[in-house]
């Protein structure tokens, strides 16, 4: 044997000794590979009803804020027609009530006055009368 084959026979060796050691890992990543694609595909098969699921959820939420949004439409439409309302009842009674308060303030006012002017002009009366009693009995 010449240089030149024992040269080769060592490269083929070593080439062998280099496809085996890359063997090991090239089979180990097809098998996850295999074990990703079965990953996969389980997903796949769980995921189309939740997304079903979902879907059907949607629809439903979909239609009862359709429903709330009319609620929230009668709501405000309630509130305007609660202010117009107020505004009508101020302007037509909220004057002659408020006319109405006052007057019965001020009456209130004078009675009390007149209760107090009253009391007191009957407290200098029988101070005088008291008065004009000590001296017609000294």
Request: glycine share 6%.
């Amino acid at each position: 044997m010449s240089a030149g084959e024992i040269a080769g026979l060592i490269a083929a060796g070593a080439l062998v000794v280099l496809v085996l050691l890359l063997a090991v890992p090239v089979l180990k990543l097809g098998r996850t590979l295999d074990e990703t694609t079965l990953t996969i595909r389980q997903v796949r098969e769980q995921s189309q009803p939740i997304l079903s699921q979902a879907s059907t959820t949607v629809t439903h939420v979909n239609a009862n804020l359709e429903r709330v949004d009319d609620i929230t439409g009668n709501a405000a439409n309630v509130s305007s027609n609660v202010a117009a309302l107020t505004s009508v009842f101020a302007a037509t009674l909220g004057s002659p009530l408020i006319k109405a308060a006052a007057f019965s303030y001020g009456v209130r006012s004078a009675v009390t006055k007149k209760r107090e002017g009253q009391a007191a002009a009957t407290a200098q009366r029988s101070a005088k009368d008291e008065r004009r009693a000590r001296r017609r009995a000294a």
